[in-house]
Protein backbone atom coordinates (compact mmCIF):
# COMPACT_ATOMS: atom_id res chain seq x y z
CA UNK A 1 0.00 0.00 0.00
CA UNK A 2 1.25 3.21 -1.08
CA UNK A 3 1.66 6.55 1.19
CA UNK A 4 -1.09 7.81 -0.24
CA UNK A 5 -3.51 5.09 0.08
CA UNK A 6 -2.79 4.47 3.68
CA UNK A 7 -2.68 8.28 4.63
CA UNK A 8 -6.87 7.19 3.17
CA UNK A 9 -7.02 4.64 4.92
CA UNK A 10 -6.20 6.54 8.11
CA UNK A 11 -8.60 9.31 7.20
CA UNK A 12 -11.45 7.19 6.39
CA UNK A 13 -10.96 5.45 9.49
CA UNK A 14 -10.87 8.36 11.69
CA UNK A 15 -14.09 9.41 9.97
CA UNK A 16 -15.57 6.52 10.70
CA UNK A 17 -14.15 6.66 14.19
CA UNK A 18 -15.70 10.60 14.40
CA UNK A 19 -19.03 9.41 13.52
CA UNK A 20 -19.27 6.63 15.96
CA UNK A 21 -18.54 9.38 18.57
CA UNK A 22 -21.09 11.60 17.39
CA UNK A 23 -23.92 9.14 16.86
CA UNK A 24 -23.27 8.02 20.79
CA UNK A 25 -23.10 11.46 21.43
CA UNK A 26 -26.72 12.05 20.40
CA UNK A 27 -27.70 8.93 21.52
CA UNK A 28 -27.00 10.33 25.13
CA UNK A 29 -28.55 13.53 24.36
CA UNK A 30 -31.88 11.78 23.58
CA UNK A 31 -31.73 9.79 26.32
CA UNK A 32 -31.16 12.76 28.04
CA UNK A 33 -33.73 14.32 26.48
CA UNK A 34 -36.10 10.96 27.85
CA UNK A 35 -35.69 11.28 31.03
CA UNK A 36 -35.88 15.28 31.62
CA UNK A 37 -39.44 14.59 29.63
CA UNK A 38 -40.27 11.62 32.00
CA UNK A 39 -39.33 14.16 35.31
CA UNK A 40 -41.42 16.60 34.52
CA UNK A 41 -44.52 14.64 33.36
CA UNK A 42 -43.63 12.98 37.18
CA UNK A 43 -44.06 16.02 38.89
CA UNK A 44 -47.03 17.11 37.43
CA UNK A 45 -48.64 13.56 38.17
CA UNK A 46 -47.71 14.30 41.65
CA UNK A 47 -49.41 18.25 42.15
CA UNK A 48 -52.06 17.02 40.02
CA UNK A 49 -52.19 13.81 41.87
CA UNK A 50 -53.22 11.93 38.26
CA UNK A 51 -52.82 8.22 38.33
CA UNK A 52 -52.76 7.94 34.40
CA UNK A 53 -49.55 10.23 34.11
CA UNK A 54 -47.65 8.49 36.88
CA UNK A 55 -48.31 5.17 35.64
CA UNK A 56 -47.36 6.46 32.03
CA UNK A 57 -44.17 7.09 33.60
CA UNK A 58 -43.48 4.22 35.52
CA UNK A 59 -44.12 2.23 32.34
CA UNK A 60 -41.62 4.42 30.45
CA UNK A 61 -39.24 3.57 32.60
CA UNK A 62 -38.33 0.79 30.63
CA UNK A 63 -37.12 2.79 27.57
CA UNK A 64 -34.64 5.14 29.96
CA UNK A 65 -33.01 1.81 31.45
CA UNK A 66 -32.71 0.07 27.46
CA UNK A 67 -30.49 3.11 26.30
CA UNK A 68 -28.41 2.51 29.46
CA UNK A 69 -27.65 -0.41 28.23
CA UNK A 70 -27.17 -0.18 24.40
CA UNK A 71 -25.40 2.90 25.05
CA UNK A 72 -22.74 1.08 27.80
CA UNK A 73 -22.68 -1.76 24.72
CA UNK A 74 -21.63 0.31 22.02
CA UNK A 75 -19.12 2.22 24.68
CA UNK A 76 -17.26 -0.70 25.00
CA UNK A 77 -17.33 -1.64 21.49
CA UNK A 78 -15.59 1.42 20.49
CA UNK A 79 -13.36 1.27 23.07
CA UNK A 80 -12.52 -2.20 21.78
CA UNK A 81 -12.48 -1.77 18.37
CA UNK A 82 -10.82 1.57 18.16
CA UNK A 83 -8.44 1.75 21.21
CA UNK A 84 -8.94 5.41 21.75
CA UNK A 85 -6.89 7.70 23.91
CA UNK A 86 -6.85 10.76 25.20
CA UNK A 87 -9.67 13.15 24.51
CA UNK A 88 -11.78 10.69 23.02
CA UNK A 89 -11.16 8.11 25.53
CA UNK A 90 -12.18 10.89 27.87
CA UNK A 91 -15.35 11.28 26.21
CA UNK A 92 -16.19 7.53 26.16
CA UNK A 93 -15.56 7.30 29.92
CA UNK A 94 -17.58 10.95 30.33
CA UNK A 95 -20.53 9.62 28.15
CA UNK A 96 -20.36 5.56 29.91
CA UNK A 97 -20.68 7.22 33.54
CA UNK A 98 -23.18 9.61 32.54
CA UNK A 99 -25.73 7.09 31.48
CA UNK A 100 -25.97 5.49 34.61
CA UNK A 101 -26.93 8.78 36.68
CA UNK A 102 -29.22 9.25 34.07
CA UNK A 103 -30.61 6.15 34.55
CA UNK A 104 -30.89 6.86 37.77
CA UNK A 105 -32.95 9.68 37.53
CA UNK A 106 -34.96 7.88 35.60
CA UNK A 107 -35.45 5.76 39.01
CA UNK A 108 -36.22 9.16 41.14
CA UNK A 109 -39.05 9.90 38.51
CA UNK A 110 -40.14 6.58 39.06
CA UNK A 111 -39.72 6.73 42.56
CA UNK A 112 -42.05 9.97 42.65
CA UNK A 113 -44.61 8.94 40.02
CA UNK A 114 -44.90 5.87 42.94
CA UNK A 115 -45.56 8.61 45.54
CA UNK A 116 -48.52 9.81 42.90
CA UNK A 117 -50.39 7.08 43.32
CA UNK A 118 -50.60 6.74 47.30
CA UNK A 119 -54.25 7.19 47.61
CA UNK A 120 -53.47 8.38 51.48
CA UNK A 121 -51.25 11.69 49.74
CA UNK A 122 -54.53 13.11 48.36
CA UNK A 123 -54.85 14.80 51.99
CA UNK A 124 -51.20 16.51 52.08
CA UNK A 125 -51.98 18.99 48.95
CA UNK A 126 -50.53 21.89 50.46
CA UNK A 127 -47.48 20.32 50.64
CA UNK A 128 -47.23 19.45 47.32
CA UNK A 129 -46.83 22.95 46.43
CA UNK A 130 -43.56 22.58 48.26
CA UNK A 131 -42.55 19.89 46.57
CA UNK A 132 -43.82 21.47 42.59
CA UNK A 133 -41.64 24.92 43.81
CA UNK A 134 -38.37 22.20 44.04
CA UNK A 135 -39.23 20.02 41.34
CA UNK A 136 -39.01 22.72 38.72
CA UNK A 137 -35.64 23.66 40.28
CA UNK A 138 -34.58 20.44 39.50
CA UNK A 139 -35.61 20.24 36.01
CA UNK A 140 -34.51 23.36 35.50
CA UNK A 141 -30.84 21.99 36.93
CA UNK A 142 -31.32 18.80 34.46
CA UNK A 143 -32.28 20.99 31.53
CA UNK A 144 -29.00 22.98 31.75
CA UNK A 145 -26.75 20.11 32.86
CA UNK A 146 -28.06 18.25 29.94
CA UNK A 147 -27.15 22.00 27.33
CA UNK A 148 -23.61 21.91 29.56
CA UNK A 149 -23.25 18.27 27.84
CA UNK A 150 -24.34 18.73 24.92
CA UNK A 151 -21.75 22.04 24.42
CA UNK A 152 -19.17 20.27 26.50
CA UNK A 153 -18.97 23.70 28.47
CA UNK A 154 -16.80 23.15 31.44
CA UNK A 155 -17.46 26.82 32.86
CA UNK A 156 -21.27 26.29 32.90
CA UNK A 157 -20.93 22.66 34.40
CA UNK A 158 -18.77 24.62 37.37
CA UNK A 159 -21.92 26.75 38.16
CA UNK A 160 -24.60 24.33 38.25
CA UNK A 161 -22.25 22.52 40.65
CA UNK A 162 -22.87 25.24 42.53
CA UNK A 163 -26.45 25.19 41.93
CA UNK A 164 -26.74 21.85 43.93
CA UNK A 165 -26.43 23.38 47.30
CA UNK A 166 -29.54 26.08 46.75
CA UNK A 167 -31.66 22.67 45.93
CA UNK A 168 -30.31 20.83 48.80
CA UNK A 169 -31.11 23.86 51.25
CA UNK A 170 -35.14 23.93 49.75
CA UNK A 171 -35.15 20.52 50.39
CA UNK A 172 -34.02 20.81 54.13
CA UNK A 173 -36.64 23.23 54.35
CA UNK A 174 -39.40 20.65 52.76
CA UNK A 175 -38.06 17.98 55.22
CA UNK A 176 -38.71 20.61 58.33
CA UNK A 177 -42.03 21.48 56.69
CA UNK A 178 -43.08 17.77 56.72
CA UNK A 179 -41.69 17.39 60.05
CA UNK A 180 -44.14 20.34 61.51
CA UNK A 181 -47.25 18.84 59.80
CA UNK A 182 -46.33 15.27 61.36
CA UNK A 183 -46.06 16.67 64.99
CA UNK A 184 -49.53 18.48 64.68
CA UNK A 185 -51.31 15.98 62.80
CA UNK A 186 -50.45 12.44 63.32
CA UNK A 187 -52.62 10.73 61.63
CA UNK A 188 -50.99 12.56 58.41
CA UNK A 189 -47.51 10.54 59.35
CA UNK A 190 -48.06 7.70 56.73
CA UNK A 191 -49.63 10.04 53.60
CA UNK A 192 -46.55 12.79 54.91
CA UNK A 193 -43.84 10.02 54.57
CA UNK A 194 -44.75 9.47 50.71
CA UNK A 195 -44.21 12.79 49.69
CA UNK A 196 -41.06 12.58 51.88
CA UNK A 197 -39.59 10.00 49.69
CA UNK A 198 -40.74 11.77 46.64
CA UNK A 199 -38.93 14.81 48.03
CA UNK A 200 -35.93 12.82 48.34
CA UNK A 201 -35.83 11.62 44.74
CA UNK A 202 -35.88 15.41 43.86
CA UNK A 203 -33.30 16.51 45.85
CA UNK A 204 -31.46 13.09 44.72
CA UNK A 205 -31.51 14.77 41.10
CA UNK A 206 -29.65 17.38 41.52
CA UNK A 207 -26.53 15.53 43.30
CA UNK A 208 -27.21 13.07 39.96
CA UNK A 209 -26.40 16.47 37.86
CA UNK A 210 -23.67 17.31 39.84
CA UNK A 211 -22.32 14.02 38.92
CA UNK A 212 -23.00 14.33 35.14
CA UNK A 213 -21.17 18.23 35.74
CA UNK A 214 -17.78 16.64 36.96
CA UNK A 215 -17.90 14.23 33.95
CA UNK A 216 -18.44 17.31 31.68
CA UNK A 217 -15.37 19.22 33.45
CA UNK A 218 -13.21 15.98 33.34
CA UNK A 219 -13.59 15.45 29.56
CA UNK A 220 -12.43 19.32 29.11
CA UNK A 221 -9.87 20.03 31.65
CA UNK A 222 -8.59 16.06 31.99
CA UNK A 223 -8.90 16.30 35.57
CA UNK A 224 -11.25 14.14 37.99
CA UNK A 225 -12.50 17.22 40.32
CA UNK A 226 -14.96 14.58 42.40
CA UNK A 227 -14.72 14.80 45.87
CA UNK A 228 -13.01 18.12 45.52
CA UNK A 229 -13.99 21.86 47.18
CA UNK A 230 -15.98 24.01 44.87
CA UNK A 231 -13.40 26.61 45.85
CA UNK A 232 -10.38 24.23 44.60
CA UNK A 233 -12.47 23.50 41.21
CA UNK A 234 -12.47 27.09 40.68
CA UNK A 235 -8.75 27.45 41.13
CA UNK A 236 -8.16 24.76 38.93
CA UNK A 237 -10.46 25.87 35.99
CA UNK B 1 14.29 -7.98 15.83
CA UNK B 2 14.52 -11.44 15.22
CA UNK B 3 11.17 -13.28 15.99
CA UNK B 4 12.30 -15.16 19.18
CA UNK B 5 13.36 -11.52 20.51
CA UNK B 6 9.34 -10.73 19.14
CA UNK B 7 8.08 -13.50 20.95
CA UNK B 8 9.59 -12.50 24.57
CA UNK B 9 9.12 -9.01 23.93
CA UNK B 10 5.53 -9.40 23.71
CA UNK B 11 5.97 -12.30 26.40
CA UNK B 12 7.50 -9.53 28.72
CA UNK B 13 4.43 -7.19 27.39
CA UNK B 14 1.43 -9.33 28.37
CA UNK B 15 3.13 -10.70 31.94
CA UNK B 16 3.40 -6.73 32.89
CA UNK B 17 -0.25 -6.00 31.92
CA UNK B 18 -1.32 -9.06 33.93
CA UNK B 19 0.45 -7.65 36.63
CA UNK B 20 -1.08 -4.32 36.08
CA UNK B 21 -4.72 -6.43 35.90
CA UNK B 22 -3.73 -8.33 39.69
CA UNK B 23 -2.08 -4.76 40.79
CA UNK B 24 -5.28 -3.41 40.64
CA UNK B 25 -8.02 -6.09 41.25
CA UNK B 26 -5.88 -6.02 45.08
CA UNK B 27 -6.71 -2.60 45.05
CA UNK B 28 -10.30 -3.05 44.68
CA UNK B 29 -10.40 -5.81 47.29
CA UNK B 30 -8.32 -3.54 49.48
CA UNK B 31 -11.08 -0.42 48.75
CA UNK B 32 -13.85 -3.19 49.51
CA UNK B 33 -11.63 -4.27 52.57
CA UNK B 34 -12.01 -0.69 53.98
CA UNK B 35 -15.53 0.23 52.87
CA UNK B 36 -16.08 -3.02 54.74
CA UNK B 37 -14.74 -1.98 58.10
CA UNK B 38 -16.56 1.28 57.60
CA UNK B 39 -20.16 -0.08 57.51
CA UNK B 40 -19.09 -2.15 60.93
CA UNK B 41 -17.97 0.84 62.75
CA UNK B 42 -20.72 3.05 61.56
CA UNK B 43 -23.32 0.64 62.57
CA UNK B 44 -21.24 -0.33 66.00
CA UNK B 45 -21.16 3.91 66.83
CA UNK B 46 -25.23 3.86 65.94
CA UNK B 47 -26.51 1.06 68.06
CA UNK B 48 -24.02 1.86 70.70
CA UNK B 49 -24.30 5.72 70.22
CA UNK B 50 -20.81 6.17 70.28
CA UNK B 51 -20.14 9.52 69.11
CA UNK B 52 -15.96 9.24 68.56
CA UNK B 53 -16.16 5.72 66.65
CA UNK B 54 -19.10 8.07 64.15
CA UNK B 55 -16.66 10.94 63.97
CA UNK B 56 -13.85 7.97 63.08
CA UNK B 57 -16.08 6.48 59.81
CA UNK B 58 -17.20 10.13 59.21
CA UNK B 59 -13.09 11.36 58.93
CA UNK B 60 -12.24 8.10 57.29
CA UNK B 61 -14.46 8.65 54.25
CA UNK B 62 -11.70 10.84 52.53
CA UNK B 63 -9.59 7.64 52.12
CA UNK B 64 -12.58 5.45 50.66
CA UNK B 65 -13.21 8.78 47.92
CA UNK B 66 -9.16 8.81 47.56
CA UNK B 67 -9.10 5.39 46.59
CA UNK B 68 -11.87 5.71 44.08
CA UNK B 69 -10.24 8.47 42.23
CA UNK B 70 -6.90 6.62 41.96
CA UNK B 71 -8.43 2.95 40.57
CA UNK B 72 -10.31 4.57 38.10
CA UNK B 73 -7.73 6.92 37.04
CA UNK B 74 -5.13 3.70 36.59
CA UNK B 75 -8.45 2.12 34.62
CA UNK B 76 -8.02 5.01 31.94
CA UNK B 77 -3.99 4.57 32.13
CA UNK B 78 -4.36 0.67 31.45
CA UNK B 79 -7.25 1.12 28.49
CA UNK B 80 -4.99 3.71 26.89
CA UNK B 81 -1.56 2.27 27.33
CA UNK B 82 -2.81 -1.35 27.07
CA UNK B 83 -6.07 -1.48 24.61
CA UNK B 84 -7.23 -4.22 25.99
CA UNK B 85 -10.20 -6.58 24.40
CA UNK B 86 -12.67 -9.02 25.34
CA UNK B 87 -12.33 -10.39 28.93
CA UNK B 88 -9.41 -7.73 30.01
CA UNK B 89 -11.72 -4.98 28.98
CA UNK B 90 -14.53 -6.43 30.77
CA UNK B 91 -12.16 -6.70 33.70
CA UNK B 92 -11.93 -3.22 33.90
CA UNK B 93 -14.78 -1.87 33.21
CA UNK B 94 -16.27 -4.05 35.96
CA UNK B 95 -13.77 -2.56 38.16
CA UNK B 96 -14.47 1.01 37.37
CA UNK B 97 -18.47 0.89 37.94
CA UNK B 98 -17.67 -1.32 41.21
CA UNK B 99 -15.45 1.13 43.07
CA UNK B 100 -17.91 3.62 41.98
CA UNK B 101 -20.57 1.44 43.37
CA UNK B 102 -17.79 0.99 46.93
CA UNK B 103 -17.64 5.02 47.28
CA UNK B 104 -21.23 5.24 47.57
CA UNK B 105 -21.52 2.47 50.00
CA UNK B 106 -18.74 4.46 51.88
CA UNK B 107 -21.32 7.73 51.47
CA UNK B 108 -24.13 5.40 53.11
CA UNK B 109 -21.63 4.48 55.82
CA UNK B 110 -20.95 8.56 57.08
CA UNK B 111 -25.06 9.08 57.30
CA UNK B 112 -25.52 6.28 59.51
CA UNK B 113 -22.61 7.87 61.41
CA UNK B 114 -24.16 11.12 61.28
CA UNK B 115 -27.17 9.56 62.84
CA UNK B 116 -25.47 8.36 65.92
CA UNK B 117 -24.05 12.00 66.44
CA UNK B 118 -27.75 12.84 66.84
CA UNK B 119 -28.30 13.70 70.15
CA UNK B 120 -31.88 13.18 69.53
CA UNK B 121 -31.25 9.63 68.45
CA UNK B 122 -30.85 9.02 72.23
CA UNK B 123 -34.43 8.34 72.81
CA UNK B 124 -35.17 5.94 70.32
CA UNK B 125 -32.89 2.93 71.89
CA UNK B 126 -36.11 0.34 71.26
CA UNK B 127 -35.52 0.98 67.45
CA UNK B 128 -32.22 0.71 67.36
CA UNK B 129 -32.35 -3.36 67.87
CA UNK B 130 -33.68 -3.52 64.57
CA UNK B 131 -31.33 -1.36 62.40
CA UNK B 132 -28.55 -3.39 64.47
CA UNK B 133 -30.18 -6.94 62.98
CA UNK B 134 -30.90 -5.36 59.64
CA UNK B 135 -27.43 -4.10 59.30
CA UNK B 136 -25.80 -7.22 60.31
CA UNK B 137 -27.60 -8.39 57.10
CA UNK B 138 -26.48 -5.54 55.50
CA UNK B 139 -22.70 -6.73 56.34
CA UNK B 140 -23.02 -9.99 55.31
CA UNK B 141 -23.96 -8.91 52.18
CA UNK B 142 -21.21 -6.79 51.81
CA UNK B 143 -18.86 -9.47 52.64
CA UNK B 144 -19.93 -12.26 50.90
CA UNK B 145 -20.45 -10.06 47.73
CA UNK B 146 -16.89 -8.76 48.14
CA UNK B 147 -15.74 -12.64 48.07
CA UNK B 148 -17.86 -12.96 45.32
CA UNK B 149 -15.91 -10.14 43.16
CA UNK B 150 -12.34 -11.36 45.08
CA UNK B 151 -13.75 -15.43 42.99
CA UNK B 152 -14.96 -14.00 40.29
CA UNK B 153 -18.25 -16.16 41.01
CA UNK B 154 -21.04 -15.64 39.14
CA UNK B 155 -23.11 -18.35 40.27
CA UNK B 156 -22.45 -16.71 44.16
CA UNK B 157 -23.06 -13.43 42.95
CA UNK B 158 -26.71 -14.81 41.40
CA UNK B 159 -27.13 -16.11 44.68
CA UNK B 160 -26.42 -13.20 46.40
CA UNK B 161 -28.97 -11.03 43.95
CA UNK B 162 -31.74 -12.93 45.24
CA UNK B 163 -30.35 -11.87 48.90
CA UNK B 164 -31.41 -8.35 48.47
CA UNK B 165 -35.18 -8.86 48.24
CA UNK B 166 -34.80 -9.86 51.98
CA UNK B 167 -33.64 -7.15 53.29
CA UNK B 168 -35.37 -4.79 51.60
CA UNK B 169 -38.62 -6.82 53.39
CA UNK B 170 -36.66 -6.16 56.44
CA UNK B 171 -36.02 -2.23 55.65
CA UNK B 172 -40.16 -2.27 54.77
CA UNK B 173 -40.88 -4.07 58.65
CA UNK B 174 -38.36 -1.24 59.85
CA UNK B 175 -40.40 1.10 58.26
CA UNK B 176 -43.65 0.01 59.59
CA UNK B 177 -42.75 -0.02 63.25
CA UNK B 178 -41.06 4.16 62.65
CA UNK B 179 -44.38 4.95 61.55
CA UNK B 180 -46.14 3.68 64.37
CA UNK B 181 -43.68 5.05 67.32
CA UNK B 182 -44.54 8.28 65.79
CA UNK B 183 -47.70 7.78 65.11
CA UNK B 184 -48.06 6.84 69.33
CA UNK B 185 -45.52 9.68 70.19
CA UNK B 186 -45.49 12.92 67.79
CA UNK B 187 -42.99 14.01 69.85
CA UNK B 188 -40.73 11.71 69.09
CA UNK B 189 -40.93 12.58 65.44
CA UNK B 190 -37.51 14.16 64.70
CA UNK B 191 -35.45 11.46 66.60
CA UNK B 192 -37.46 8.53 65.00
CA UNK B 193 -36.95 10.47 61.47
CA UNK B 194 -32.95 10.55 62.30
CA UNK B 195 -33.28 6.42 62.62
CA UNK B 196 -35.49 6.12 59.23
CA UNK B 197 -32.70 8.22 57.66
CA UNK B 198 -30.09 5.22 59.17
CA UNK B 199 -32.15 2.45 57.97
CA UNK B 200 -32.95 3.85 54.27
CA UNK B 201 -28.61 3.89 54.25
CA UNK B 202 -28.33 0.37 55.32
CA UNK B 203 -31.26 -0.29 52.57
CA UNK B 204 -29.03 0.97 49.98
CA UNK B 205 -25.65 -0.92 51.05
CA UNK B 206 -28.27 -4.16 49.56
CA UNK B 207 -28.87 -2.27 45.88
CA UNK B 208 -25.11 -1.21 45.57
CA UNK B 209 -23.98 -5.20 46.52
CA UNK B 210 -26.95 -5.88 43.65
CA UNK B 211 -25.36 -3.78 41.40
CA UNK B 212 -21.53 -5.42 42.22
CA UNK B 213 -22.92 -8.68 41.61
CA UNK B 214 -24.35 -7.87 38.42
CA UNK B 215 -20.90 -6.30 37.56
CA UNK B 216 -19.08 -10.25 38.25
CA UNK B 217 -21.95 -11.90 36.64
CA UNK B 218 -20.72 -9.67 33.45
CA UNK B 219 -17.16 -10.33 33.60
CA UNK B 220 -17.39 -13.93 33.79
CA UNK B 221 -20.60 -14.13 31.26
CA UNK B 222 -19.86 -11.38 29.43
CA UNK B 223 -23.77 -10.43 29.57
CA UNK B 224 -25.37 -7.49 31.01
CA UNK B 225 -27.80 -8.35 33.36
CA UNK B 226 -28.75 -5.22 34.74
CA UNK B 227 -32.49 -4.69 34.39
CA UNK B 228 -32.96 -8.35 34.19
CA UNK B 229 -35.44 -10.26 36.47
CA UNK B 230 -33.88 -13.19 38.60
CA UNK B 231 -35.53 -15.68 36.44
CA UNK B 232 -34.41 -14.49 32.77
CA UNK B 233 -30.77 -14.43 34.56
CA UNK B 234 -31.17 -17.63 36.21
CA UNK B 235 -31.87 -18.84 32.91
CA UNK B 236 -28.97 -17.74 30.83
CA UNK B 237 -26.23 -18.61 33.60
Known sequence: MGIMEKMNLSKHISGQFNAELEDIRNRV????????????????ALTTLDAELAQKVI??????????????????RIIAKRQPAASDLRMI????????????????????AKAALEKRVNTQQPLLV????MGRHATRMLHSTLDALARMD?????????????LDKEYEGIIRQ???????????????????????AVERVGDRCKNICE??????????????????MEKDL
Chains 1, 2 share one sequence.
Open 29 to 44: LAMGGLVERQLEQALD
Open 59 to 76: EGDHRVNGMEVSIDEECT
Open 93 to 112: IAISKTIADLERIGDACVRI
Open 130 to 133: SIES
Open 154 to 166: AEQALELHKEDAK
Open 178 to 200: LMTYMMEDPRSIPGVLDVLWAAR
Open 215 to 232: YVIYYVKGKDVRHTSYED
